[in-house]
Every structure is written in structure tokens, then in C-alpha cells.
């Protein structure tokens, strides 16, 4: 896969969305240029590695690039450009494109795709001597300074949706976002929602997780509990009994850690650590914190073009019936 032909498929759906969206008011702000068109220079800036600025230089010299990559004579102007990329309507076109990426993949994968889905946090690490934005928090590694990224993807690792937060929020603020945010993409593309599973590690053990997954997902949640209680202590009785009245959901799915099955269906839960990994390595780094994109509001929009050109590249993959995350060497 080259940059050409991913970018092929790019343009293609931001001009399929664009169309979709033409009576939306929430992208109509009386402007010459559509937010759609802002869009695109903006994914062509993340899939070249390159800024804004650079490439509006490229274009007054390189007399070829405007036309290799089918941009129009007459762009947005720069200034402009600075000014509609920090309005919340760009945020909120990348996430709508971010769900209509998802909802392709998703159609041309089948519905086997999404019988189990997987949500995880990582951290995206800070210099707290220059961003006074981010917190201090704690993950499985020790405290740091920054913020968490919290994805939920289907089994093979196509993105369903993404919410960034400061380190010292804990997964249970944002996992409602990404269950709703799953549903959705997966009832858009497959006209039902049918998951079986959702997986997460022991972060997520809470009662709020398995009774949204249940109402939202109609799945089972299977979370490693964040401990165990002995069946045979002293106030074992008083504790079950407890629990079974307090946090039902939590009370009942603790029950499938007997059964081998399901030992071996949360096994699956690594995919997602295969994803971050891949995210946080050349072309992609999201773990890497850019200097004048600190605070959440403006490092959600990079990490969102990042995500996007992952989820188009699964996408070019699926067409081609490749390997979905074989994407090594896509962009400098």
C-alpha cells in the first residue's frame, strides 16, 4: 500500500460524506469553503507527516503536488485554514468521519467482525515543565504526567470510536462515551447491533461498565476482577450476598471466569494491545505529545487525523483482501 492509493480512498469519502452531510446545519457556517474541504487538507497534512504551513509553501513552489494529489485551484487561505481548524464543527466533522470510515470497514468485513469489541486506555506521556494541561495520573506501569486515550475497536482492531482525557481521570468517566460511540457506529453500518463480548482489562472492573455493556451492547462484559474474594473466609456469606444485591451485573458475569471458555474468548482482549502498539510507532506515534497542540481540545484533533488515516488504511487493506494491520512503511 502507498500513500496515493490511500489518499485515493480518503478523497473518496470525504466527498461521499460531504454529500451526505449537505443539509446538516452543524457543518453549514456561511463560509466559501465547506468544512469538508478544510477536512482534507487537513488528513493530507497527517498523511504526508508535514505541516500546515509547509504545505501551503509546497504549493507555491512544486507546481506538481496540486495536481498529484487533485486539489482544487482555488484553496481556503492559510489564515483561514488556522481559523477553522480550531472551531468545535472541525472536531465534530473528524469524528463523524471517523465513524463513516469505521462503517465502511465494518460492511465489507461482516457482521463476525463486531461479535466481540475491545476497549483500553493508554497514556500519552507529557513534560509537565511545559504543558500546564495535563495531570498527573497512574497506569498499570506507575504514575505519570500527561493525558489517556481511551479507544474501543472490534475484534481485528478497526477503530469504533476514541475519547482523550486528562491522566487523573480514572476509565470509568469515559466509558459510556466509547460504548455509545460503538453502538452507534455498528448499528449505522449493520443496520442492528449484535455483540456478543465486550473486553477490557481490570480498570474497567466496575458496576457502571458491565450495566452499560448490557444495555447499550446488549453484550457481556468480561473484565478480570480487580480481586478475588475467598469463598471460605469468615465474612464470605455477607460479602457475596452483598454484592449480589448492590452490583448485579458485576455479581453475574464474575460467575464466567469458572468456565474455560471464556478464559480463552478474554485471551482476545491483546488484539487491542497490538493496535496501540502499532498507533504508537512510526508513521502513526500518537503517544507523542506536538508543541503547540497541548491541552485536550487541540490534541484530540491530531490523534483524531492519525486515527483516521489508520482506520482508511484498514480500509484500502479490506478492499484488497490483505492483511487488515499490514501497514508498515505507509507514510515518511
Not at 500527561?146 to 482492531?157: A, C, E, N, Q, R
Not at 461498565?209 to 478480570?224: D, F, G, H, I, S
Request: charged residues 25%.
Amino acid at each position: 500500500m502507498g500513500p496515493a492509493e490511500l489518499w485515493a480512498i480518503i478523497s473518496k469519502h470525504v466527498r461521499r460524506i460531504s454529500q451526505k452531510t449537505l443539509a446538516d446545519p452543524r457543518f453549514k457556517g456561511g463560509h466559501q469553503h465547506s468544512i469538508w474541504a478544510v477536512v482534507r487538507l487537513f488528513l493530507l497534512c497527517q498523511l504526508e507527516g508535514f505541516s500546515a504551513g509547509v504545505l501551503y509553501e509546497r504549493l507555491g513552489w512544486d507546481r506538481t503536488f496540486r495536481r498529484r494529489y487533485g486539489l482544487a485551484n482555488r484553496l481556503i487561505s492559510y489564515s483561514q485554514y488556522k481559523k477553522r481548524v480550531k472551531t468545535s464543527a472541525f472536531t465534530l466533522a473528524l469524528f463523524e468521519l471517523l465513524s463513516f470510515s469505521a462503517q465502511s470497514t465494518l460492511r465489507q468485513l461482516g457482521k463476525q467482525e463486531t461479535e466481540v469489541v475491545i476497549t483500553d486506555l493508554t497514556s500519552i506521556q507529557g513534560n509537565r515543565w511545559k504543558d500546564d494541561y495535563g495531570a498527573w495520573g497512574a497506569d498499570s506501569s506507575g504514575f505519570f504526567y500527561g493525558y489517556k486515550l481511551g479507544l474501543i475497536t472490534s475484534s481485528h482492531g478497526v477503530i469504533l470510536g476514541m475519547a482523550l482525557m486528562k491522566a487523573n481521570w480514572t476509565e470509568h468517566t469515559m466509558q459510556s462515551r466509547l460504548l455509545r460511540m460503538s453502538r452507534d457506529v455498528i448499528q449505522a453500518a449493520h443496520g442492528e447491533v449484535q455483540v456478543s463480548y465486550l473486553l477490557a482489562d481490570s480498570g474497567f472492573d466496575g458496576e457502571r461498565t458491565y450495566k452499560n455493556a448490557r444495555r447499550m451492547l446488549n453484550a457481556t462484559a468480561l473484565v478480570p476482577p480487580r480481586r478475588k474474594r475467598d469463598p471460605k473466609s469468615k465474612h464470605a456469606r455477607v460479602s457475596l450476598c452483598r454484592a449480589k444485591n448492590q452490583t448485579p451485573y458485576r455479581f453475574e458475569a464474575h460467575k464466567l471466569w469458572d468456565d474455560p471458555g471464556s478464559k480463552v474468548i478474554a485471551k482476545r482482549r491483546s488484539e487491542i494491545e497490538r493496535v496501540n502498539a502499532q498507533l504508537k510507532s512510526a508513521p502513526f506515534r500518537v503517544h507523542e505529545v506536538p508543541k503547540r497542540s497541548k491541552g485536550v481540545a487541540r490534541l484530540t484533533r491530531v490523534i483524531l487525523g492519525k486515527l483516521l488515516v489508520y482506520n482508511f488504511a484498514l480500509n484500502v487493506n479490506a478492499l484488497r483482501a490483505a492483511p487488515l494491520r499490514a501497514i508498515r512503511g505507509l507514510v515518511a
